[in-house]
T-cell receptor, first 111, second 113 residues
Framework: GIQVEQSPPDLILQEGANSTLRCNFSDSVNNLQWFHQNPWGQLINLFYIPSGTKQNGRLSATTVATERYSLLYISSSQTTDSGVYFCAVGWGVRAGNQFYFGTGTSLTVIP | NAGVTQTPKFRVLKTGQSMTLLCAQDMNHEYMYWYRQDPGMGLRLIHYSVGEGTTAKGEVPDGYNVSRLKKQNFLLGLESAAPSQTSVYFC????????????FGQGTRLTVV
């Protein structure tokens, strides 16, 4: 299978601060997504980003597929950003039809 | 538009009992997946399906069976529940895996006592 590593594992921010979350993966893939799991356990799609850069409001993401990493940027953080952020990758020679998750970055935004 | 719906949302089983979790999607997606989420371990794939009538094993398939008799439904069965199967179960679907987003249900919290 594919190894997906996320860093940092835990992050505590003051409201209004910026942060960068990283996702490294061990092999070539054709699908990469970022999810936010809110405190109620719901998984929310943030970005489908197998390559390139996308922005959605205060969030943006960049994937450099050739170097096997992706970054999620959160600017001007709010308490509602708290939760766990997951990177998931899939579809490639080693991934096959499977979708592999990292262990997540747990973010706490304090007022 | 309901998206991906899981039934039930919560369940408590006794060791040795059986149950079936239902996942239904209304997006006409070909691919469907069952994951389990345990503390500190992210989500791990149990079984998946690339189309009606097909299923395949994922990372952690032991103790589970699945069926995809209709395109919109993907069932996960536990024949003889064990405490190690206490977890949160998520179902997901996507149009394809290569070039499309996966969408998740709200999860099922299962406790085996």
């Amino acid at each position: 299978g594919i190894q997906v590593e996320q860093s940092p594992p835990d992050l505590i921010l003051q409201e209004g601060a910026n942060s960068t979350l990283r996702c490294n993966f061990s092999d070539s893939v054709n699908n990469l997504q970022w999810f936010h799991q809110n405190p109620w356990g719901q998984l929310i799609n943030l970005f489908y980003i197998p390559s390139g850069t996308k922005q959605n409001g205060r969030l943006s993401a960049t994937t450099v597929a050739t170097e096997r990493y992706s970054l999620l940027y959160i600017s001007s953080s709010q308490t509602t950003d708290s939760g766990v952020y997951f990177c998931a990758v899939g579809w490639g020679v080693r991934a096959g039809n499977q979708f592999y998750f990292g262990t997540g970055t747990s973010l706490t935004v304090i007022p | 538009n309901a998206g991906v719906t899981q039934t039930p949302k919560f369940r408590v089983l006794k060791t040795g009992q059986s149950m079936t979790l239902l996942c239904a999607q209304d997006m006409n997606h070909e691919y469907m997946y069952w994951y389990r989420q345990d503390p500190g371990m992210g989500l791990r794939l149990i079984h998946y399906s690339v189309g009606e009538g097909t299923t395949a094993k994922g990372e952690v398939p032991d103790g589970y069976n699945v069926s995809r008799l209709k395109k919109q439904n993907f069932l996960l069965g536990l024949e003889s529940a064990a405490p190690s199967q206490t977890s949160v179960y998520f179902c997901a679907s996507s149009y394809s895996l290569r070039a499309a987003e996966a969408f998740f249900g709200q999860g099922t919290r299962l406790t085996v006592v």
